[in-house]
C-alpha cells in the first residue's frame, strides 16, 4: 500500500525569511513609486507659471488640480504671457496621459507654443507651427490646446482650438455662452494641419473662462451638461473678481466624479473704454 509523504511544513524560519523578502520588495515598489511621483510633481510644478499678467481692467487667474488616479499628476496646462508686441498670450491644454512622460511633454508644448507666439501675431499659424515642431520629436503622446491672443487696447480677442474642449463666456449684461468656434486634429497627430482662428471683441464687462475636460467630463457628468454647469456658473458670478471665479469653477470639477486632472484660466475683463 503506497502512502503519500505529507509535504514538510515551512519553518518559522523559512516563513520569516520569506516574509522579510516580500516586505522589501514592496518597500522598494513604494519608493519607487513615490520618487516617480515627486518628479512628476516637480516637473508640474516648475513648468506652470507662477504668475499671470494683467493690465488696467483685466485680470487672469488661474487654477489646477491634480488627478486622482496614477500618479496624482498629469498632462494638464495653463500658460499666460506678455508678447514682443504688447499683446497678452493665454494658453491652455490637456496631455494624453498621467505619468512623469505626460508631464514632461506638457513642458514641451508650452515652451514651443510660447516660443512661436513670439514670432506670429496669427493664432492660426502660432498653433500649426507648434504641431510640426512636436511632430517632430517622434512622440507617442498627443495634446489637446486652445491658445487666445488679446490686444489689450482693442480689446480684440483672436483664438485658436486643436481639439479642446470649447470655451464659456458670460457678459454683466446677463448673457452667456458655449463658443463654439472651428477647430483642428490636436497637437501631435498629424503634420501642417490648418487651424481656424476666431475673432471677438470684449468690449462688455464680463469674463472669458477656458478649461480642460477635467472640470466638465467624468463618470458622474456628461461633457454637454458639465459645459453648461459652467456656463451658468460663470453667469451667476460674472461681477466676481478672476481669483474668486477661478475659485468657483475649479469647485464644480467635483460634480464630474474628479477622477482626471483640471486646469482653469479666467480671464476677466471691464467694459472697453472705446476709442479715444
Do not use: K
Amino acid at each position: 500500500m503506497n502512502r503519500r509523504r505529507t509535504p514538510r511544513s515551512a519553518s518559522a524560519e523559512d516563513l520569516l525569511s520569506t516574509l522579510q523578502h516580500l516586505t522589501a520588495r514592496a518597500r522598494q515598489e513604494v519608493e519607487l513609486h513615490q520618487a516617480r511621483v515627486e518628479l512628476a510633481q516637480a516637473l508640474q510644478r516648475n513648468m506652470l507659471p507662477a504668475t499671470l499678467p494683467a493690465f488696467p481692467g483685466l485680470q487672469t487667474a488661474a487654477r489646477y488640480a491634480p488627478a486622482r488616479d496614477g500618479l496624482d499628476i498629469g498632462g494638464d496646462w495653463y500658460d499666460g504671457f506678455l508678447l514682443p508686441d504688447g499683446a497678452l498670450g493665454l494658453a491652455i491644454g490637456d496631455v494624453q496621459g498621467h505619468d512623469v512622460e505626460a508631464a514632461a511633454f506638457m513642458g514641451q508644448v508650452r515652451i514651443a507654443m510660447r516660443a512661436i507666439a513670439g514670432s506670429s501675431s496669427d493664432p492660426g499659424e502660432v498653433m500649426g507651427r507648434t504641431n510640426d515642431l512636436i511632430m517632430s520629436m517622434n512622440s507617442t503622446l498627443f495634446a489637446t490646446c486652445s491658445f487666445l491672443r488679446l490686444d489689450p487696447d482693442s480689446r480684440e480677442l483672436r483664438s485658436a482650438r486643436a481639439g479642446h474642449v470649447a470655451s464659456v463666456w458670460a457678459t454683466a449684461d446677463g448673457r452667456s455662452g458655449i463658443t463654439a468656434d472651428a477647430g483642428g486634429l490636436p497637437l501631435g497627430i498629424e503634420s501642417r494641419q490648418h487651424y481656424p482662428v476666431a475673432r471677438r471683441d470684449l468690449d462688455v464687462a464680463g469674463a472669458f473662462v477656458l478649461l480642460t475636460d477635467g472640470v466638465i467630463e467624468g463618470p458622474s457628468l456628461a461633457i454637454d451638461d458639465g459645459l453648461d454647469r459652467i456656463r451658468r456658473l460663470v453667469s451667476a458670478h460674472v461681477d466676481a473678481d478672476a481669483e474668486e471665479l477661478a475659485d468657483e469653477v475649479l469647485q464644480a470639477a467635483v460634480f464630474t466624479g474628479h477622477e482626471d486632472d483640471a486646469a482653469v484660466l479666467v480671464l476677466r475683463h471691464d467694459a472697453s473704454a472705446g476709442p479715444g
